[in-house]
């Protein structure tokens, strides 16, 4: 609620005070931190905050609020990272303009980020993870004049709304088979069956897609095209994160009867390799970090998916490791970026010597990214590789494997990353060399990453802090653990081995980077995900393209014989089930509708033959009296009544139009005369038949053909057998005593359905309005309307 | 519903359909009238044979009363129908009047869309 | 006679000219039977409950009467045939019609409820009808309104007209 009242705000403040609006922004995370807060004592002391209000009740849509400790972890990360990214941005936009539209989206997002881990409804949860998707499209393409901003910013929305769909049909089935919709009553009593596979699977395909696991990852490297508080905040820190949200939460329920858990690990262990291979050959810093996040995401999905409670602890602290680490990363890049002008590597370096504390900064956070003790990053790789251990099946072994490898690749961008921005001596004579100024950041601008790459030293060395809300948010996501000890020093074992063995692989691998380099160079041709992405909606466009070229053909008469043919096609089928409907009705009801009817064939006919439009016209209107007659002969005089004047009516309008018209008609080309034949014999073929089968339901009907049923009984003659009544022997019932009335078609049109019309009069009233439009509209009048009413007042 | 009424129906709606299929607006109303005539025709003598018009009082309880339902319904039809004929009719008008004649034209962006595409196809 | 001629030759209409002057004899029976017309529309409307009428077959009579004054003078004539601006007997009518279902929803909490209602009216004494009634002289007066407009539109002389 907050949040939107702080993004109004700041849209109503605008860009007057420029930059410092994001001081504002970050009202609405620290609400956000302050409410984390309160609500981590109330969990504390065992209750759990919830609010609910009932939105759309029918659908099961409840707004429904419900803090456990990690919905709090989860809401820390969002508010701390968003406060640290709110305060640098003040710096980083200083220059720019259009500064209240992202400040505002970015509030937005916080909230819907918010509002996303604190819901306990599937379906509201499913309102915020779309929201968060419509909000980072307008973030990656605040800057509208940039096509490739654009271009990602659509790729984005796409990958990921298509992905929220999936994932809502998931969620949907789900609900559906568990009978509620409430996050926490169905992890607390999880439904099964088949249907409930292929929700879970479709589930794990939305978060994917937030989380840019292989194969949609294609969109977060592009999303770099966004401002760098922007990156740093949705696509390190928090919307990626959604996706590991949502694993965490439906790993614990699903893991052990559906193929949940081994889906998420095996594209988790996917997404890390090639993470971690393609971010070895990015000159792109933010490109580097980018497929980095989508090999850390791999690995939180992998330790929380398996649902084995030592790895979900190491889940856990690796979320918040990782919040703090990339975001401070991303946010050095921001600073490289606003001073330098350039963020490839081949270019920059020796920026160490010139900014010690934002190289401080850049090591201690990428440390943390290694698993270098003793910071955080350190505590949640050892934590890992001690739950992997005690995997006992063999498929734990390999997963161990792939972890230990992508770690080593983590180890060598890391180093890559300080490498090449703030020590490469070689390389940096390229910013040294043309004096390009590189003032440096003042320290406001270096505040939030030294802050934020702090707290995880802070908390490696002093992991106590963590463990209560740690320990809290793995019992809240299911399972059953005893108290958590925290501690950097396990003692000498296998995990500590295997932490050592990787950062000597991933330092091996950086001294020998060109080698690896060579390497990579051959698989250039491998499509990647973006070409997939690209090809497949320029394969979309075309084939919108031809089918719109084959279906709409611009001629009126083809679309009009389509329709036609299909309201004789489909209604065949059934009929033609049906059979032949048994018996011929009686010819006539009397001799003159006999003749009334040959008339009225004959009068059609020579409206469709002849070629004078006045003929025709006539030929029409002696049709319409024909019907009157026939109303006549069938008992309903109301009818022959209006018939008669409409048609007088519409012929006096006919002929009014047409006096302007040429004579004749155009004389019809042959060229498709033919084929409107074909189509109107059809057409008369089925019609006759459909009537003569309409004839045998009314006239034999059961008490199902409610409203064509033949009223044969009266008053007198109706008995206790109520319920079989027809709605029309019921109006013919009702309509003395109840309307007063005895013309029984009049006291339906104004009383029992009058609201028919009701309508059909307001159809008068817009038509007549738009004839006089169509008629009126841009035509000069030749005598002013005023004038002939003067006349007439003065007759 | 008789066989006689079941032909003109079907023969009311076989004239109208080809009506429609003309080039030109005055016969496509045209067409566009007699479709309706025929629809009214069919709901009003589905609803059963001739009968005695259903007023209360004026029949006794041997007498085969029309079921007034489709005859509302009829009633209604038949003035909304007039309504879009009168208004078919004003557009038929206004093209005559911006354009001199009364023929549908082709759409012209769905043209120029088909041939964009063949074009595009053609080439290699 | 003069001031019929007056008209005729003050009005540029074509249709005007394509009927030519009127034949005495049409006139005549147009003006006698124009009023009849009238009470004859007002006795279907108010008898429409019980006996074949109503409220559109009221109005089309009316509107059958505006069509042969039309015939009989052209769109001058069909002016003069109603007093008041077509727009307005059109709207009041979707008015009366609207505003009589919402009175029953006030009433009885049911849009369109009819009830009974016992009006005495001058030379016919105590009459029982229905408040249904109102909705069938709104549905009257529409029918009438918009007919007349659409007369008036379509007889409109072609104006010299650039269209655009």
Redesign the interface.
Known sequence: MIFAVVAVAILGIGNRWGSRVFLVASVGPLAALVWAVSAASRVGNGDLPTESWTWVSSLGLIIDFRADWFSILMALLISVVGIGVFLYAVSYFENSRDVARIASALVMFAGAMFGLVISDNLLLLFVFWELTSLLSYVLIGSNEEKPGARVAALHALLVTGSGGLAMLAGFILIGESADTYSLSAIVHNPPSGMVVNVAVLLVALGAFTKSAQVPFHGWLPRAMEAPTPVSAYLHSATMVKAGVFLVARFAEPFSDTTPFGPVVVVVGCASMILGGWRALRQHDLKLLLAFGTISQLGLMMVLFGSGKEKLAIAGCVLLIAHAAYKSSLFLVVGIIDHQTHTRDIRRLGMLGRKWPVVAGVAVAAAASMAGVPPFLGFLSKELAFYGFLDWSEPSGLIVLCVVAVASAFTVAYSARFVWGAFFSVRSGRAVLDPPVSTPSPNAWFALSPLVLASLGLVLGVLPLLLESLVSGSVKSLGFEVPTIHLALWGGFNAALALSALVLVAGAWMFVGRRAIERIQARFEGVPSSVGVYDATVRGVLALSGRVTAITQSGSLRVYVAVLVLTMVALPSIPLAMNGWPGSWPSLVDSPIQAVIGIIMITAAAAAAVFHRRFASVIALSVVGYGMAALFVVQGAPDLALTQVLVETLGTVAFVLVIRHLPEKFVVAKSRGNAAAIAVSVAVAVFVFWFALSARTVSETAGPEAVVATQVESTESERGPAVEERTVSEEYLERSKPEAHGSNVVNVILVDFRGLDTLGEITVLFVAAIGIVGLIRFGARRSKDRTEVDQEVVDS | MTTLVALVVAMLYGIGVYMILQRSLIRIVLGLSLLSHGANLLLLTSGGSAGVAAFIGRFTGDDKVVDPVPQAFVLTAIVISFAMTAFCLALAYRSWRLTGNDDVAQDEEDVRLAEMIATRNGKP | MS?WTE?TN????D?DQ?IGRPSMVLDVVVRAEFHALLVASLWLLFV??????????GG??V??AF?LR??AGGS?EL??SL?I?SEVV??L??LV??GT?LLGLVNDGT??Q?R?LHVTLPWLGEI???S?FF??L??YL??V???H???E????????????
């Open positions: 001031e008209q003050g009005s540029t209409s249709l394509e429409g409950h019980n006996l074949p009428g109503g409220g559109f077959v089309l009579v509107v059958a069509g039309l015939a001058a002016l003069k007093r601006r059109l709207s009518g979707l019609a609207t279902a849009l369109l009819s009974e029982a009808t229905s249904a909705f069938d709104g549905v529409v029918v309104g918009s007919f407009w659409l007369l539109v379509f007889s409109e002389p072609e104006s010299e007209g650039d269209f655009e």
